[in-house]
């Protein structure tokens, strides 16, 4: 190595033995050109020796440094990666058994959960089913109850109907503060219609709430239907005459809203009450309706 060139110069120099002297001078002289020409030589070698010293230095700084320090790094880097990999491999090993242990921890519990369930649903199945059962049984029930309320509404009217059936409806006369009602009724039927009844084919007759700012109508019940359907023949003598009054059938008020619905319907030309019973007229047909009929239902059956 250089530096130890230097050394070795340096200790040559140390070590190199003095002049002796002598007698004779001429030759003492020569020796001593002779050493310092050596000490010059040597001076001279140290001096290049320390040039490529500094020049080996320089070198080693700038491209050998480099190498060196660039192969430590790589090597350095290659441990680290190894040992990083060994870390992480176990930590991901680690990291994955927890995850597996966790999850089938998970997974057991979610078992237990789908068990449970399964066995809450099959229990509302049940429950479900009767609740279902319950159901329909209170909806026979109730459509038995539907079916025997209107059955009762139906006879309830035809019964209330059947108990008017000798009653008719005195409408348009002016009321007198006093009035006998029987001989007001006998008057206007005398006059208006040309039919005399005796005060003991009346069985009842006073007045019943009418329209607002018209007289109250009379309801007049007679013996019998004989005596009723002889003062009917005549109501269109009574309308024609002088003074607005009419006869007109005493019907239920389910009755009367049934021949209201009647009139109002596109398809009905006309619709009245006769003998207990409302009928409509369509298309020239008439027909029977009841208080709960669908009358649509009722005119495309008899339509077919």
Partial sequence: MPLNSSRRISQIE?????????ADNGNSNGKADDLTEIKSDLAEIKKSIKRTEKALEKSVKSEDLRELVASIIKEILAKNKEELTEIIDEKVDERCREVEHKFANVKMDLRDDIDSLNMD???????????????????????RAENNA?????????????????????????????ENT??????????????????????????????????????????NSEIKTSIMRKRSDVKKAQGNVKLVDDVTELNAKLIDKLFQHDDIESAYYYNGAVYGISNGKRFLFDIDENIDMKLKIRKR
Avoid at 14 to 22: Q, Y
Avoid at 155 to 175: A, D
Avoid at 195 to 221: T, W
């Fill in 182 to 223: 029987v001989e007001v009724v006998r008057k206007v039927l005398k006059e208006k219609a040309g039919v005399d009844i005796q005060e003991k084919d009346v069985v009842a007759v006073h007045r019943i709430p009418g329209k607002p700012n018209l007289p109250k109508p009379i309801l007049l019940k007679v013996k």
């Fill in 121 to 143: 649903i099959e229990t509302f199945r049940e429950k479900l089913a009767e609740n279902n059962r319950v159901i329909r049984d209170l909806q026979k029930k109730l459509e």
């Fill in 150 to 178: 209107t059955d009762a509404l139906r006879k309830s009217n035809r019964n209330e109907q059947y108990s008017r059936k000798t009653n008719i409806k005195v409408c348009g006369v002016k009321e007198e503060y006093r």
């Fill in 14 to 22: 140390k070590s190199a033995p003095l002049p002796e002297k002598s």
